[in-house]
């Protein structure tokens, strides 16, 4: 774990400038297991035996070059590197050291039959060298992400990483409150009412059942969360501050997603886009910020899982290959934008995402209205009681939409609009998954739901930020005299 952060660290020298100490702790750990997804990928493809050690090492080459590159950069124009990046890798050594030591002494992980389906494909990826020996449904329906955050633990004999998860969700919840601060501090919310607010919504999600669970569980989601939130929230200080070199971990984040979920490529572009889309953001940004995603979505839809594949999952638009296309879709959308005639028209490229989205699942609910009803009613039930969420899910989209009367437009269209959008994919994930929704905390579709909750609270706290940048301080007794 240790070692993951401080890769992480490294790989984050371009951005050491423009992200307080706070950022680059709570940014390390992610930005370490995007660097080592993305190598192991590259590692796989190629043809070269997988080992953790051996792929964590070419990543740690990599990181070296990066801030050695940075630091030369530095040296050269009189620059000095910034004194909070070795405070920083201290806080990192300690507390990456620390809770995974804790973690092995107290066994807090969470295991299902799917936990134990990613467990095998990390052995055979450690035992084998390749996903040769992993079961092709598997493959299929749990991807690579997870067996290799996992096959650490193949390799230390422990059977996988009882650390790589919670440590990640800390990392992701540290991540939200600073995002969040930020976004108030921007609004100019007092001192007072930023810790109100942080405070509450910190409440709100986590006393949550399911949010507590997938913090120790062996599954995707909670990394996806984790990504999602801090790759967007990169993204959208690079916009607001017009720092660009924040697109490079944003981007690393958005890497890790092609091969974490079936459905993550669609996902993933939802909340890509309208960065791709931007007018404040330079041209080659964009690239920069979309080249891992479409990397990672080239490697592994094109060139890894073809080889292991079931030959029903090959056709033009199933699983393997409709992943693949979507990913090219969107750099083919990119380059366009490079064309004069075109750019006026790159607003509506969000729009033209949900604009599929929707005539597909038009389509498939009049072919099979009893998927979208008993999924609807299977979201209903896990949402109000049976998915365990509590207050989450009742109170949460009510407060994204209040959110929506005082945000700004440009947060608007980097963090609500793919929100929205992201509710109409869910329904589209259960035609292209083969089958409706059931009740149950064990349903994907409401396991989906963890994927944005931190974005969604982030939004709700930074628009709340506006709203009462100039309202009185909060008291007890004035909320107690206004209730």
């Known amino acids: 774990m240790t070692w993951l952060a401080l890769v992480g660290l490294a790989l984050l020298a371009p951005a050491w400038d423009r992200l307080p100490p706070i950022g680059l702790v709570a940014v390390a750990l992610p930005t370490g297991v995007a660097g080592y997804v993305l190598a192991a ?156 607010l942080l405070g509450t919504a910190a409440a709100l999600v986590l006393t949550t059942n399911r949010v507590g669970y997938h913090a ?120 366009l934008l490079a064309a004069p005639p075109l750019r006026r028209f790159a607003r509506w490229g969000p729009l033209a995402l949900l604009g599929g989205l929707v005539a597909y699942l038009a389509v498939m609910t009049v072919r099979d209205p009893d998927v979208m009803r008993f999924g609807l009613s299977a979201f209903g039930a896990n949402i109000a009681i049976e998915g365990l969420w509590g207050l989450l899910w009742l109170v949460l989209p009510m407060l994204v939409l209040g959110a929506l009367l005082v945000a700004p437009p440009p947060f608007c269209r980097l963090w609500f609009a793919p929100l929205g959008s992201y509710g109409v994919a869910l329904l589209a994930f259960a035609y292209l998954r083969g089958g409706g929704y059931r009740v149950g905390t064990g349903d994907s579709g409401s396991r989906m739901l963890l994927h944005v909750v931190l974005v969604a609270v982030v939004a709700v706290i930074h628009s709340a930020g506006v709203a009462v940048a100039d309202a009185p301080e909060p008291t007890l007794r004035s909320l107690r005299r206004r209730r």
Do not use: C, K
């Open 216 to 335: 120790f569980y062996v599954n995707g989601h909670m990394t996806f969360a984790v990504v999602l939130v801090i790759g967007v929230g990169l993204g959208w200080l690079a916009v607001a501050r017009h720092h660009w070199v924040l697109l490079w971990p944003a981007g690393l984040m958005f890497g890790v997603l092609p091969a974490l979920r079936p459905e993550a490529v669609i996902a993933g572009a939802l909340f890509l886009v309208p960065f791709l889309v931007e007018e404040a953001v330079p041209l080659r940004a964009r690239w920069g910020m979309a080249a891992p995603f479409l990397a990672a979505a080239v490697v592994w839809d094109g060139v890894i899982w073809p080889r292991y594949a079931a030959d029903a999952d090959l056709a033009l638009l199933g699983p393997v290959r409709g992943n693949l296309l979507a990913a090219l879709g969107v750099a083919a959308g990119l380059a």
């Open 41 to 196: 990928l590259g590692w796989i493809a190629v043809g070269l035996s997988f080992s953790t050690v051996m792929v964590l090492a070419a990543t740690s080459g990599v990181a070296v070059a990066v801030a050695a590159t940075t630091l030369w950069r530095d040296l050269r124009s009189g620059e000095p590197t910034p004194t909070a990046v070795l405070a920083s890798a201290a806080v990192v050594v300690v507390a990456s050291a620390a809770g995974a030591w804790l973690l092995q002494v107290v066994h807090l992980t969470r295991f299902t039959s799917d936990s134990l389906r990613y467990l095998l494909t990390a052995e055979a990826l450690e035992r084998a060298g390749s996903p040769a020996a992993a079961n092709v449904y598997q493959l299929r329906m749990g991807q690579l992400v997870v067996p290799l955050l996992h096959a650490g633990g193949i390799d230390s004999g422990a059977g996988y990483s009882p650390a790589i998860i919670p440590l990640l969700a800390a990392s992701g919840v540290l991540a939200a409150g600073w995002l969040a601060w930020e976004g108030m501090e921007r609004a100019g919310a007092s001192l007072r009412w930023r810790w109100w």
